[in-house]
């Protein structure tokens, strides 16, 4: 069974601070995510990765940097947290042949 | 952008009915995943079906490509079904997923 793991699951952060989520995965996929998940918007897009050293934009990535060291890892980086980060963060690695996706069990982040 | 509308956005049904939850999308998609939210919040990938009819189980996706439509069937209704389901398109590439905000589905004992 594909395995998407995050850490931590619960975040309280200060606003100002920096916050680090990671994500790991045993996929051996490819293509890794992260998104939110606010209510009244569903899920979106902040960034991704096509492998070890690359990342892209996604459709919301302002105040968020990600950075991609290995295949297995990817980690979401919030350099100075807002209240307006509180969220719910996934992350999710996929399958480029059969273009399916693969989800962790998510991070709550609140920002005070 | 593209933009995926999900219908109904919410439905209550009696174990043992038949949910129809629908997808309509506005671009062509190259891949259409439907997804299980459950109450917890984990995601949960039920299947992929950009075109033509896939089963699994008591699910039944059909997508009709040429009219950015796709549909999920969940036959037999159980309590446990109850949660949020999401449709996701992908298009080009389809490295990237679109999602929908999702129908949430009640199942009453």
């Known amino acids: 069974e594909a395995a998407v793991t995050q850490s931590p699951r619960n975040k309280v952060a200060v606003t100002g601070g920096k916050v680090t989520l990671s994500c790991n995965q045993t996929?051996?996929?490819?293509?890794m995510y992260w998104y939110r998940q606010d209510t009244g918007h569903g899920l979106r897009l902040i960034h991704y990765?096509?492998?070890?050293?690359?990342?892209e934009k996604g459709d919301i990535p302002d105040g968020y940097k990600a950075s991609r060291p290995s295949q297995e890892n990817f980690s979401l980086i919030l350099e100075l947290a807002t209240p307006s980060q509180t969220s719910v963060y996934f992350c999710?690695?996929?399958?480029?042949?059969?273009?399916?996706?693969?989800f962790g069990p998510g991070t709550r982040l609140t920002v005070l | 952008g593209q933009q995926v509308q999900q219908s109904p956005s919410s439905l209550v049904l009696q174990e043992g009915e038949n949910a129809e939850l629908q997808c309509n999308f506005s671009?062509?998609?190259?891949?259409l995943q439907w997804f299980y939210q459950s109450p917890g919040g984990s995601l949960v990938s039920l299947l992929s079906?950009?075109?033509g009819t896939k089963h699994t189980g008591r699910l039944t996706s059909t997508t009709v490509t040429k009219e950015r439509r796709s549909s999920l069937h969940i036959s037999s209704s159980q309590t446990t079904d109850s949660g949020t389901y999401l449709c996701?398109?992908?298009?080009?590439?389809?490295?990237?997923?679109?999602f929908g905000k999702g129908t949430q589905l009640i199942i009453q004992p």
């Open positions: 996929n051996n996929h490819n293509n």
């Open positions: 079906n950009p075109s």
């Open positions: 996701a398109i992908g298009t080009g590439g389809a490295d990237r997923l679109t």
């Open positions: 671009s062509t998609a190259t891949q």
């Open positions: 990765s096509y492998g070890a050293g690359s990342t």
């Open positions: 999710a690695s996929g399958d480029r042949a059969a273009y399916e996706q693969y």
